[in-house]
């Protein structure tokens, strides 16, 4: 909102200094600080009214040290994430952009979901909360609407670079470097030369015309990635500060990506793929990096808040969303990979026990306990010890996803 009505200023005034409204950098920046002044200063307002209304977590007993002793901490903190992330977004970003658009749906999409998870966890008293099903056609469903809204909407396209032999330098010296806007299906593969995967070709075994179906294999796509990383960060969640620091940590390298992928002289120069309009998303991304640094405040050890599914499952949902948005959601097995090991962990747990326990009568383990940071805690590592370590590695998986930028 402050975007138009600065641009307004500066058109119909010349206010002095409003002209800078125009420029992603200065508005990012000024998203990043205010959603971390509304996470760090009204955060502690939402645990107070959360502790007030004994918004508390249920603890199983799972021979954790100091696992009971948590039990009472109020949960859905994830509305401070979300508050505080909404509002910068809608003071500093340009509201029309199709990618704002559609990390404002994600947004309140699987926030919804999440926080209807700890209602039922919380009032209803149900340590199930919402049933896995409903969860999975939640996911399923919002993998549907972003799919089909950057598949067909007008406004998302991708420009590729012309080669070198077939660029022509125009009478006044410029050189046309990118061809002209277009929808495409093309993502981006890490460490090949010829980076560039069309999913369409999928369907290439049906014959001419298949490009018409290749909604059907974007979709899909969209459907697992969307569904896959918001499962991931919802294991993740798991102890003080792992989710929000590691996800802070992916934000900030997507925001890159970001700002890289909308910038046509930085795609040029890094010969990525240049998708107009997408520079917008840094607005978003980095009032999100703001509102998960600012929530680590109370997340730390010992945690005064939990974010409970209203934040975890919102932060896979962002975090795929953008991905996918610039073309890098391959990378996410890199870039998320504290997200894939937790995944992993509990697939093979469970799998390996139901085949042993199948095969031999008696179910065996992997894992003293998956996800794989309570096989740490079983191992006798404090918690703390145990987030700052993945925190660690994650910044290196971050590192090495960007640096793929180059590396081919």
Same mark, same amino acid.
């Given at each position: 909102?402050l975007?138009?009505?600065?641009?307004?200023?500066q058109?119909?005034?010349?206010?002095?200094?409003?002209?800078?409204?125009?420029?992603?950098?200065?508005?990012?920046?000024?998203?990043?600080?205010l959603?971390?002044?509304? #996470?760090?200063?009204y955060?502690?307002?939402i645990?107070?009214?959360l502790r007030?209304?004994q918004?508390? $977590?249920? /603890?199983? $007993?799972?021979?954790? $040290?100091?696992?009971?002793?948590?039990?009472?901490t109020?949960?859905?903190?994830?509305?401070?994430?979300?508050?505080?992330?909404?509002?910068?977004?809608?003071l500093?970003?340009?509201?029309e952009?199709?990618y704002?658009?559609?990390?404002?749906?994600?947004? %309140? &999409?699987?926030?919804?979901?999440?926080?209807?998870?700890?209602?039922?966890k919380?009032?209803?008293?149900? @340590? $199930?909360? +919402?049933k896995?099903?409903?969860?999975v056609?939640?996911?399923?469903?919002l993998?549907v609407?972003?799919?089909?809204?950057?598949?067909?909407?007008?406004? /998302?396209?991708i420009?590729?670079?012309? !080669?070198?032999s077939?660029?022509?330098?125009?009478q006044?010296?410029?050189?046309?470097?990118?061809?002209?806007?277009?929808?495409?299906?093309?993502?981006t593969? !890490?460490?090949?030369?010829?980076?560039?995967?069309d999913?369409?070709?999928a369907?290439?075994f049906?014959?001419?015309?298949y490009?018409?179906? #290749? &909604? %059907?294999?974007?979709?899909?796509?969209?459907?697992?990635?969307?569904?896959?990383?918001?499962n991931?960060?919802? +294991?993740?969640d798991g102890?003080?500060?792992?989710?929000?620091?590691?996800?802070?940590?992916i934000?900030?390298?997507?925001?890159?990506? #970001?700002w890289?992928?909308?910038?046509?002289?930085?795609?040029?120069y890094?010969?990525?793929m240049?998708?107009?309009?997408s520079g917008?998303?840094?607005?978003?991304?980095?009032?999100?990096?703001?509102?998960?640094?600012?929530?680590? &405040?109370y997340?730390?050890? !010992?945690a005064?808040i939990?974010?409970?599914?209203?934040?975890?499952?919102?932060?896979?949902g962002?975090?795929?969303?953008?991905?996918?948005a610039?073309?890098?959601?391959?990378?996410?097995? %890199?870039?998320?990979?504290?997200? =894939?090991?937790?995944?992993?962990?509990v697939?093979l747990?469970?799998?390996?026990?139901?085949?042993? @326990?199948?095969k031999?009568?008696?179910?065996?383990?992997?894992?003293?306990?998956? !996800?794989?940071?309570h096989?740490?805690? @079983?191992?006798?590592?404090h918690?703390?010890?145990?987030?700052?370590?993945? &925190?660690i590695?994650?910044?290196?998986?971050?590192?090495?996803t960007?640096?793929? +930028? @180059? =590396?081919?």
């Amino acid at each position: 909102m402050l975007y138009y009505l600065f641009q307004y200023l500066q058109e119909n005034f010349h206010l002095m200094g409003a002209g800078v409204f125009k420029f992603i950098t200065f508005r990012a920046s000024a998203a990043f600080i205010l959603s971390l002044l509304i #996470s760090t200063i009204y955060g502690r307002k939402i645990i107070d009214f959360l502790r007030k209304k004994q918004v508390g $977590e249920t /603890v199983r $007993e799972l021979g954790l $040290e100091g696992q009971v002793q948590k039990a009472g901490t109020p949960t859905m903190g994830g509305l401070i994430i979300i508050i505080a992330t909404l509002i910068p977004v809608l003071l500093f970003a340009k509201l029309e952009n199709i990618y704002i658009i559609i990390l404002i749906i994600t947004t %309140i &999409w699987m926030g919804f979901i999440g926080f209807s998870d700890d209602y039922i966890k919380v009032f209803k008293k149900d @340590k $199930e909360g +919402l049933k896995g099903k409903f969860k999975v056609l939640g996911q399923v469903g919002l993998g549907v609407i972003v799919g089909s809204i950057l598949y067909f909407n007008p406004q /998302v396209t991708i420009k590729e670079q012309i !080669p070198i032999s077939q660029q022509v330098v125009s009478q006044d010296g410029t050189v046309k470097v990118f061809d002209e806007a277009h929808k495409s299906t093309k993502t981006t593969i !890490p460490f090949l030369k010829n980076n560039e995967l069309d999913y369409s070709k999928a369907l290439r075994f049906l014959g001419d015309g298949y490009e018409k179906y #290749s &909604w %059907i294999v974007f979709i899909f796509i969209t459907v697992f990635i969307i569904t896959a990383v918001s499962n991931g960060a919802n +294991l993740t969640d798991g102890i003080d500060g792992l989710a929000a620091g590691s996800s802070a940590i992916i934000v900030i390298a997507l925001a890159i990506f #970001s700002w890289v992928s909308g910038n046509i002289i930085f795609a040029n120069y890094l010969d990525v793929m240049y998708i107009p309009n997408s520079g917008e998303m840094v607005v978003f991304t980095l009032a999100f990096a703001g509102a998960l640094i600012g929530f680590l &405040w109370y997340n730390t050890y !010992p945690a005064q808040i939990f974010m409970g599914d209203t934040g975890s499952l919102t932060i896979g949902g962002i975090i795929a969303v953008i991905a996918i948005a610039v073309r890098k959601e391959l990378m996410l097995p %890199i870039l998320a990979g504290i997200f =894939l090991v937790e995944n992993l962990s509990v697939i093979l747990q469970v799998s390996w026990f139901k085949y042993t @326990k199948k095969k031999y009568g008696v179910g065996q383990r992997i894992f003293k306990m998956s !996800p794989i940071h309570h096989h740490y805690q @079983k191992l006798g590592f404090h918690e703390s010890k145990i987030v700052v370590r993945f &925190w660690i590695v994650g910044i290196l998986l971050a590192v090495l996803t960007i640096v793929t +930028l @180059k =590396l081919r």
